[in-house]
């Protein structure tokens, strides 16, 4: 701070090496994931079958979420102009710049999964929108303006092709900014996020509308869209966190401390209460309303076969964190941090299931090796990808022109 | 000299005046309190300012906010005239998560603002207590309880030293009221 104390001797050349444990136990958890799918998809059990591709889905939806929560922080802490963050900047760049595989993986699933009927066959089945087949649907006839399989096809493409393609530039940016200096990079980026942003706004909703909400295409809530990008966000952060801490107890990453780390806390806290305040105001409107097609939803969440786990999703993902977060110190503490980072995460990996399974396999749920190991799976898969990412270019984005702010962030 | 009870050290620069917060505590003198036109990040942990205590007021009026919003709700909804409304219960809680929130927030920021102005003795009419008028403006300045450090030449050539572009000896606490 000021001509007094401005001197550091931080390495910003630092650069992590993805090798050891962290790589062996990345690629044994894909082999795992691998091994867990194909038992699922070659059981010739159909509802064992289902039960993959939805979880598949839940997984690849996941991981493409979290990685565009990436970009999105990106973006924002662009368009805001915000110092505090630079300084661990690389971390939400690494996810971002693995956006475009993960939105790759996602359509592969999604593709398939229309194809071969195991998703999406409550509006995609042979004769549904036609009035003389014993197929039809009227209510999904009359939607079938916007859910047919070419448009959604078409917007699965354009969406998360656009998400990528900003995330990649933007991470791209910075890391140029790091062999040029100067501002041009910074200006260029600051534009480019203004725009995505508002593509990203706009456009999140409908593409959680598609690739979720029409599982059950006879529902739908306009809420969803901003229930979905709630969970997206907090699952984001604490992803974020979580990296950051196994990085700093690693040895990494010495100019990042407790100031920063409860930023993020409070942005955890926050969006958790965010997300529960859309997941209420979903909830209550069709409580209050009562419509049938309406209520559809939240009643099958109700069966003795979800209810348990509907409630569980509330505690973690709203009472956890609203009661350990509340206090200051806890958020500057590494440890209770990461106990917290986790447990959201796998909070909204329940969220999602609560989203998805009900739509899918109905009361054939379980918890068992298509759940476990797809989810082993692709948290090797995330890990191995983001980390590799992350190993290629120095820690510090040592040209950011608020990495100096970001050293004496102090709040 | 003797009649004075305050030494105050205005400095044009918030990094000066870190300069000197540093030199004085190094000589154990102790400082009365800063002022300055704008938060200076670290300034409170440099002066061993304890954290406030206003999250625990707060709390309380979040507690009471919720209690008022809760027992209005029920009273009117439950208990005086209960009402049917689209066949819900008569004390249908998800209806009521909304008014008791709002409620709770709107007792908590006000209780808050009370608290804030109370404890600042921030009253409508009252003549604000400064200490020095260009702290709110562009001066960033040191206070020095001067009845309990007694070398005062010594203060001043330390103030001067880093920094200072003027030492006032004060005989009156707040110069707002002269």
């Known amino acids: 701070m000021g001509t007094h104390s401005h001197h550091h001797d931080y390495n910003f050349g630092e650069r992590y090496t993805f090798a050891g444990k962290a790589k062996i136990g990345s690629i044994?958890?894909?082999?795992?994931?691998?091994?867990?799918?194909?038992?699922?998809?070659?059981?010739?059990?159909?509802?064992?079958?289902?039960?993959?591709?939805?979880?598949?889905?839940?997984?690849?939806?996941?991981?493409?979420?979290?990685?565009?929560?990436?970009?999105?922080?990106?973006?924002?802490?662009?368009?805001?102009?915000?110092?505090?963050?630079?300084?661990?900047?690389?971390?939400?760049q690494a996810m971002a710049s693995v956006l475009p595989i993960a939105s790759v993986i996602l359509l592969v699933i999604v593709g398939l999964g229309l194809y071969s009927h195991n998703l999406y066959h409550h509006w995609y089945a042979e004769g549904i929108t036609d009035v003389n087949s014993p197929n039809y649907d009227s209510l999904v006839a009359g939607k079938s303006a916007f859910l047919n399989m070419p448009g959604f096809l078409l917007r699965q493409i354009i969406f998360m092709g656009s998400y990528s393609i900003f995330a990649v530039i933007l991470a791209r940016l910075s890391y140029k900014e790091d062999l040029d200096g100067g501002l041009n990079s910074y200006k260029k980026s600051f534009k480019l996020s203004a725009i995505f942003l508002v593509i990203f706004g706009f456009t999140t909703p409908i593409w959680s509308f598609d690739t979720i909400m029409s599982l059950e295409a006879h529902w739908f809530s306009t809420m969803f869209g901003w229930y979905n990008f709630a969970a997206m966000w907090v699952s984001g952060l604490s992803l974020i966190t979580l990296i950051l801490i196994l990085l700093k107890k690693a040895g990494y990453m010495a100019w990042v401390n407790e100031n920063h780390l409860h930023d993020l806390g409070k942005l955890m806290f926050g969006f958790s209460i965010f997300w529960t305040y859309v997941w209420f105001a979903q909830f209550m409107l069709i409580w209050y309303s009562n419509i049938p097609e309406e209520t559809v939803y939240f009643y099958k969440r109700w069966e003795p076969e979800y209810k348990p786990w509907f409630w569980l999703s509330i505690i973690i993902n709203f009472v956890a964190p609203l009661l350990i977060l509340v206090d200051r110190d806890v958020k500057r503490k590494q440890n209770i941090m990461l106990f917290v980072c986790i447990l959201l995460l796998l909070g909204h990996w329940l969220d999602y299931y609560i989203m998805i399974m009900p739509g899918t396999v109905e009361n054939h749920r379980g918890f068992g090796i298509p759940e476990i190991g797809t989810a082993i799976g692709f948290v090797g898969l995330f890990t191995f990808?983001?980390?590799?990412?992350?190993?290629?270019?120095?820690?510090?984005?040592?040209?950011?022109?608020?990495?100096?702010?970001?050293?004496?962030?102090?709040? | 000299m003797s009649n004075t009870n305050y030494i105050l050290g205005s400095f044009a620069d918030p990094d000066e005046m870190m300069y000197g917060i540093d030199k004085l505590q190094a000589n154990n003198i102790s400082i009365y309190d800063c002022f300055t036109p704008m938060p200076i990040h670290g300034i409170e942990a440099k002066l061993g300012v304890k954290p406030s205590r206003l999250p625990i007021a707060a709390f309380c009026f979040g507690t009471l906010g919720f209690l008022l919003g809760f027992s209005l709700l029920y009273y009117t909804m439950a208990y005086d005239w209960p009402m049917n409304i689209g066949g819900k219960p008569s004390l249908p809680l998800p209806n009521f998560v909304p008014v008791t929130f709002e409620v709770t927030i709107l007792i908590c920021a006000l209780g808050m603002v009370a608290t804030f102005f109370f404890r600042n003795h921030l009253f409508p009419g009252r003549t604000p207590r400064v200490m020095d008028l260009r702290a709110s403006d562009d001066r960033f300045v040191i206070a020095i309880d001067a009845r309990e450090n007694t070398d005062h030449a010594f203060i001043d050539s330390l103030l001067k030293e880093s920094g200072a572009v003027e030492v006032k000896y004060n005989e009156r606490k707040y110069v707002s009221y002269e």
């Open chain 1, 385 to 411: 990808l983001v980390m590799s990412k992350l190993s290629k270019h120095p820690l510090a984005a040592k040209n950011h022109p608020f990495l100096e702010e970001s050293l004496h962030h102090q709040i």
């Open chain 1, 28 to 92: 044994i958890a894909i082999v795992v994931g691998i091994a867990a799918v194909a038992f699922g998809l070659l059981s010739g059990d159909h509802i064992t079958v289902e039960r993959t591709y939805a979880n598949l889905l839940l997984m690849g939806y996941y991981f493409t979420c979290v990685c565009a929560a990436g970009a999105f922080f990106v973006a924002l802490q662009l368009v805001t102009q915000s110092g505090w963050s630079a300084g661990l900047i690389r971390i939400p």
